[in-house]
């Protein structure tokens, strides 16, 4: 990966990570000795960057893992897919080693959920990785049917794939009151944020249940 700490913000909208291949032939012994040791290095490159294409839309018609690789063909870069851009090195200039109290990388974390009383166990909801990755984002509006306190049906109503089927997995997680009988609508809601380098990779996510959940997450590679 690529990563400009004199450019923590996305000026260009380039995001300041970024995946980097080398053409064949391209190689550099002390850039070799320095990943090794340290696996970081700062380097001067020449080489072409490519920028993520357009999201294509889902084919009903194809199982959702051959839709979704459909989907994102051309669209990122990288192990997983999780890069928005690629640069493909033909040159190395420079090569120098970092210093070892420049941090290496942020922190990952993950939010703690909280639950309205109508809802008294939930598992914590999560932002489907292979549509974070692709940048996927949207509502999903679900219909559950609640007996006896517990979920015993959840039908998708509208909403894309990639993010629906996190989304029931969460619904089945839920406990109500013993006694509880209805049937309702529930809402998930998945946002993709552009955040500057160095900012918090926290994902947010707001419980209104049984009404709504509202992810904030970091997109992939900001």
Known sequence: MLYDPNEPSCRADMQPVTWI?????????????????SRRAYVTFTGELHGPGTVAPDDPK??????????????????????????????????RSVPESLASEAMWHRASSSAMPVV??????QYP?????????????????????????AEVKSGDRMLSSEAIANVRTWHLAAGT??????????????????????PRIELEL????????????W
Not at 70 to 95: M, P, Q
Not at 120 to 125: A, H, I, L, S, Y
Not at 135 to 150: Q, R, Y
Not at 210 to 221: E, K
């Open 21 to 37: 291949e080398f053409a064949p032939g391209v190689k550099n012994s002390e850039l070799d000795r320095l990943l090794q040791k």
């Open 62 to 95: 194809l199982p959702p893992v051959i839709a979704y690789a459909n989907r994102i063909a051309r669209h990122r870069y990288g192990h997983l897919s999780a890069f928005r851009t690629e640069l493909v090195v033909s040159t190395i200039n420079d090569v």
């Open 120 to 125: 008294e166990r939930v598992n914590v909801p």
């Open 129 to 153: 990785d292979l549509a974070r990755n692709a940048g996927i984002a949207g509502v999903v509006t679900i219909e559950v049917t609640v007996i006896g306190g517990e979920v015993t049906n």
């Open 181 to 202: 009988n209805a049937t309702f609508t529930t809402v998930y809601t998945y946002e993709l944020q552009q955040r500057q380098t160095g900012a918090s990779e926290l």
């Open 210 to 221: 049984p009404q709504r959940v509202h992810f904030f997450a970091a997109a992939n590679g």
